[in-house]
Structure formats: C-alpha cells, structure tokens
C-alpha cells in the first residue's frame, strides 16, 4: 500500500487530533451563536476555563494552568478586559502585580460555554461508548506532561 493511500485509511495522528479538536470549536461556535452568545476563541476558553467567582489569578499562573505561554496569555486576556469580560486588580507583594478575575458577563459566557462543551463531550461519549472515552480522557492525560 502506497503511503497515500495509507494517509486515506491510517490517517497521521496529528491529523486526527487536529480533527476532533476543530469539531469541538466548530460546534462550540455553533451552538454559542444559537444560544444568542459571542463565540469564543479557543485562547478565550484557555483563560475563562481557569477562573471562577471566586478565584482571582495573575497573568502567569494563567498561563500555566492553560500550557500556553505568558505573552499568548496577555493577549487573550487583554482582549478580555476590552470586551469586559474580565477584571484586572493590583495584586499583593510585586508593585505591578495583578490579578484577574472574571465580571459577571464573564462568568456568565464562560458558563454557558462550559454547558457546550459538556453536551460535545456527552455527544462523543454517545458515539465512543463509555469505556472508550474514559481510555481515550486518561490516555490524552497521561500522553503530555503538564
């Protein structure tokens, strides 16, 4: 078998992941604007994912929760304060420290987002079975550190 008839059948994994990955942000985006809200950028989910109503954190622990880099980082989260999605505050101890946190509007995007992309995982599990999709979860954990 040629390695492009192989590509038809045994596509690379990159391919794959790539695959499921624009699903998820396809169908996140279309059930965002049926449900009558701004979609999110993928760097948008990495940020609003980590913070809760109660969780205010600086830039760089923002970016290593998510396993991004700081500057990728500050960008969506300048786009986020402009859209006032998110709140910036002086942070303790470095004098420009600061910490962010979410506004109202912004927990309310990132919940309804949060909603999406349950149903998405319940849709995949629907398709994989139970079992496969606990394997696949735990097998995506433990492939990257971090």
Do not use: C, Y
């Not at 040629?2 to 790539?18: C, H, I, K, W």
């Not at 999110?40 to 940020?47: E, G, K, L, W």
């Not at 969780?55 to 859209?83: D, P, Y």
């Amino acid at each position: 078998m040629s390695a492009q008839e192989n590509a038809g059948t045994n596509p690379p994994l990159l391919t794959l992941l790539q695959r499921g990955a624009r699903w998820f942000s396809d169908e996140l985006m279309e059930r965002l604007e049926a449900a009558g809200v701004d979609p999110i950028t993928p760097a948008h989910a990495a940020v609003l994912a980590h913070l809760d109503s109660s969780t205010s954190l600086s830039i760089a622990e923002l970016a290593r929760r998510a396993g991004v880099t700081r500057q990728t980082m500050h960008r969506a989260v300048t786009q986020l304060l402009e859209e006032g999605l998110l709140v910036s505050k002086p942070g303790p101890g470095f004098p420009r420290s600061t910490l962010i946190g979410l506004t109202d509007a912004g927990r309310r995007r990132r919940d309804v987002a949060s909603r999406i992309l349950r149903d998405l995982e319940q849709v995949l599990e629907s398709q994989l079975g139970t079992g496969a999709m606990a394997d696949l979860r735990d097998s995506l954990t433990r492939a990257w550190p971090g």
